[in-house]
């Protein structure tokens, strides 16, 4: 089976304050060593932006009532069509137009989880990846999310 070097963005998505879910924007604006502008998890760390597959949070949906809305896992970037979890820490991805790669897959969550509290369960943690941005740029819905050589 071949595996995908493309997918799509379904929502771009921020927050203002740490441990809450995002909400959808129109664009976001990455930069450089620092993340995505206006977002609380933007910084000079390994963490800048996160992003997490439809697939994922599809398979999850199947299994709680509590409806799931693009940031419902605090991500910044929902997108489907790459197996997002699957990729190596160092991978390069062209997200709209910038430069991100990634340097962590999943992460702890933390005892206060808005989503853990509301639906019973998380997908960041084993499903969500962590990126850095390179090269700056803005993204959107409707953008491609491609896998750089």
Same mark, same amino acid.
């Given at each position: 089976? @071949?595996?995908?070097? !493309? ?12 441990? *809450?879910?995002?909400? &959808? +924007? !129109?664009? $976001?604006? #990455? $930069? ?25 949070? =599809?398979?999850?949906? @199947?299994?709680?009532?509590?409806? #799931? ?5 605090? !991500?910044?970037? #929902?997108? @489907? ?5 699957? #990729? &190596?820490?160092?991978? %390069?991805? %062209?997200?709209?137009? =910038? ?8 992460? !702890? /969550?933390?005892?206060? /989880? =808005?989503?853990?509290? *509301? ?13 850095? +941005?390179? @090269? ?7 953008? %491609?999310?491609?896998? /750089? &050589?």
């Amino acid at each position: 089976m @071949e595996s995908r070097k !493309e997918g799509r963005i379904l929502a771009v998505c921020v927050s203002e304050r740490k441990g *809450q879910q995002k909400h &959808p +924007v !129109e664009e $976001i604006r #990455l $930069i450089p060593g620092h993340g995505i502008e206006g977002d609380a998890h933007a910084g000079a760390w390994h963490r800048q932006v996160s992003l997490l597959g439809q697939e994922s949070v =599809a398979r999850l949906q @199947e299994k709680v009532a509590v409806p #799931l809305f693009p940031g419902a896992f605090a !991500e910044n970037i #929902l997108c @489907e069509g790459l197996e997002l979890f699957s #990729l &190596p820490v160092g991978t %390069r991805l %062209r997200v709209g137009g =910038a430069l991100c790669e990634v340097t962590q897959i999943g992460k !702890e /969550c933390h005892a206060d /989880c =808005a989503i853990r509290r *509301q639906a019973g369960d998380c997908v960041m943690p084993r499903e969500g990846i962590f990126a850095i +941005v390179l @090269e700056g740029g803005s993204a959107r819905a409707g953008d %491609r999310i491609t896998l /750089c &050589p």
